[in-house]
């Protein structure tokens, strides 16, 4: 008969040694008595590296930590354990050997306020690992042990060994009852199974963000099923569509999702689709019992991977959205059908209700200008939406000026706007400027990739220096190709009296001409980042920004100038100017193939430049290659 296989994991046999104490004898078969006055180690205390940073392998390293950490409290007022703290001093000052470690009876003769005041300096992971140690420290953590297994306080530490350390070990059975690992990005989700299968009394678990990716309805549905006084599980799911396992995993009355990534259903699962109308209502449920913090409700929802396979995404995310119930924070709906006006207006009816939700995303989804002008209609007095994000949709001049105005209104709290690819032109520009003038609270403002021209970059200028003040501190207007030096200009005389922190103008067809302008302009800006990519700015251009850069009130910290047929002479000044510049960071020069990064400026020598990939620099460690092939026979000969 095969022998059967021990229910711990697969660790190395040379991993559970014996204390170095200890290795010269053979450890016994039986574990020693309590009446012995030895000290009985647990069997997966070598296991792993201890946590506390001067333990070693033996059983008493723990103890020794602990009451070195304790000592200081001689001198913070603690009078009455003086006399015990004195004499756990001398005692480990004769311990060197393990022979001669405190005896059991020794440590019983310690009041349980001495021990108190000594674990209190240590975290719950040093305590259960105190624990793990013997039978009588394991006595003496129970005492004070808050049943609290707090892992996510550290998380750079919380590794699977670790974990399991703590959970696997006979001494720690029991002593969980809620574990707290959310943000250990270091654990995988089969560790933490493990863990909750050994610690069988957790009544709460804190799973979210563990691990790469989130957890699935099969996972999770596998970690409760040994779990029978779980209570409460907090985790974030995703999942294909609304399928069986996740209707059943929201039907346990114990959890509670904080995120939810619905993905496009493979071919296979169309026949386990259920309807959206009740996974909506499921994922509304509120917890049993009532009075839980709105924390532990869903946040965020995401299905931009989903729209496309989901049929009615807009009715879903209508009836999700519906009633005050709901507590969704952050919702993403992308790459959907053309929606009807039916969904939008149901939309825009659930908006009206709602009052939790802070960041919306909808990009991708074919909303057209009557689409942009009902959806501003709903949206306009929402009173916690922050985030409007409607990237890539065909919402045009009107829609965009519509939204801008319902949205950008004194009432709308509305702080970050995306509408790249829309084509937005200079009307939605001056709309925009017109509500930034009158207070709106807006600080982000995205238009790349439209047709923004001159004019409606002055538009905006204007709106940044205008003397009752705009809160735009972030401004994106890449890819417009129609601005030009004119709009440049516009922009750069705008930014000393503006608060902007963040321009962006790549690919804008800027050319050198302005450039000498927005260099003076940034001197006297509270600028942090500027692009200029794609600008064909040239050496002449490069000179009159290392002016900017080397002048002391400059307060720039990213400066981009990528694939702007800079040459040598351009990337001399430029990187001349970073000797007395210590504010910026980063220069990215890559993309500006005629730069040598061996000429006698150094460009590769600072760290804070960038030079990226140089196809120029390629070519000639070929052509250095090929030389030395061809010199090589020669030499050969010689």
């Known amino acids: 008969m095969r ?29 020693p008595k309590a009446s012995d006055g030895r000290f009985r180690p647990n069997k997966v205390e070598d296991a792993f590296p ?7 392998n033996r059983p008493m390293s723990y103890l020794h930590t602990a009451f070195e950490a304790g000592l200081p409290l001689q001198r913070s007022g603690v ?4 006399g015990e703290f004195q004499l756990v001093q001398d005692v480990l000052a004769e311990s060197t050997t393990v022979a001669a470690a405190p005896s059991r009876s020794f440590l019983e003769r310690l009041s349980d306020d001495a021990f108190a005041a000594v674990l209190q300096h240590l975290g719950s992971v040093d305590q259960l690992l105190c624990a793990c140690v013997c039978t009588t420290l394991r006595d003496v953590v129970a005492r004070s042990w808050e049943d609290s297994l707090l892992l996510s306080a550290d998380a750079h530490r919380a590794t699977d060994q670790l974990l399991l350390r703590l959970t696997l070990g006979r001494m720690a059975r029991g002593f969980v009852r ?21 610690q069988r009394t957790i009544q709460e678990l804190n799973g979210t963000g563990v691990g790469p990716g989130s957890w699935t309805p099969e996972q999770l549905l596998r970690l409760i099923k040994g779990l029978h006084d779980l209570k409460v599980l907090q985790a974030d799911c995703r999942a294909r569509g609304a399928s069986s396992p996740l209707l059943l995993l929201l039907a346990n009355p114990a959890v509670r999702l904080r995120k939810l990534v619905l993905h496009r259903p493979g071919r296979g699962d169309a026949a386990e689709a259920h309807d959206l109308g009740i996974l909506a209502a499921a994922l509304k449920r509120k917890p049993a019992g009532g009075g839980e913090a709105p924390e532990s409700f869903l946040h965020d929802v995401d299905l931009a991977q989903s729209g496309g396979g989901l049929d009615g995404g807009f009715e879903f995310v209508a009836r999700l959205l519906s009633g005050d119930e709901c507590q969704v924070r952050r919702l993403a709906l992308c790459g959907t059908r053309a929606p009807t006006v039916e969904a939008l207006a149901a939309l825009g009816a659930a908006l009206e209700s709602n009052r939790h939700l802070e960041h919306l995303s909808l990009g991708c989804n074919f909303i057209s200008q009557a689409g942009g002008r009902a959806l501003a209609a709903a949206v306009a007095a929402h009173p916690t939406l922050r985030s409007l994000s409607l990237e890539h949709n065909p919402v045009q001049d009107g829609g965009v000026a519509a939204l801008a105005t319902a949205l950008c209104g004194p009432g709308s709290r509305l702080e970050s706007l995306s509408l790249s690819f829309t084509g937005a032109k200079d009307g939605a520009c001056r709309a925009i400027g017109s509500i930034l003038t009158t207070g709106a609270p807006l600080q982000l403002l995205d ?24 809160a735009l501190r972030i401004l994106n207007l890449s890819a417009n190709s129609r601005i030009g030096a004119a709009g440049a200009l516009a922009l750069s005389a705008a930014l000393p009296s503006s608060r902007l922190r963040e321009l962006r103008l790549a690919g804008c067809g800027l050319g050198s001409t302005p450039c000498g302008r927005i260099a003076a302009a940034v001197a006297r800006s509270s600028l942090e980042t500027l692009d200029l990519s794609h600008n064909q700015i040239g050496d002449c251009g490069a ?7 080397a002048e002391p009130r400059t307060r720039l910290v990213h400066l981009l100038l990528q694939s702007n047929d800079i040459e040598d002479d351009g990337a001399a000044e430029l990187v001349g100017a970073l000797s007395g510049n210590t504010a910026l960071e980063l220069l990215d020069l890559s993309g500006n193939v005629r730069i040598d990064p061996d000429a006698e400026h ?24 090929s030389a030395s092939a061809l010199s090589a026979p020669t030499l050969a000969c010689a």
Do not use: Y
Request: hydrophobic residues 45%.
């Open 602 to 625: 150094s460009a590769a020598c600072d760290r804070r430049v960038k030079l990226g990939f140089q196809p120029g620099r390629r070519k000639k460690m070929a052509a250095a290659t």
């Open 543 to 549: 000179w009159d920004l290392a002016w900017a850069l």
């Open 50 to 56: 201890p946590t506390l940073e001067h333990a070693t």
């Open 447 to 470: 238009l790349g990739g439209n047709l923004v021209s001159a004019e409606g970059a002055a538009a905006l200028a204007e709106a940044l220096a205008a003397p009752s003040g705009c």
């Open 3 to 31: 022998p059967r296989r021990s229910p711990l994991p697969a660790f190395s046999h040379s991993a559970f040694s014996a204390p170095s104490g200890l290795a010269a004898r053979r450890r016994p078969q039986t574990r």
């Open 79 to 82: 009078s009455d354990l003086v």
């Open 178 to 198: 809620v574990l707290d690992i959310a943000g250990c990005e270091l654990l995988s989700k089969a560790a933490v199974t493990s863990a909750a299968m050994a």
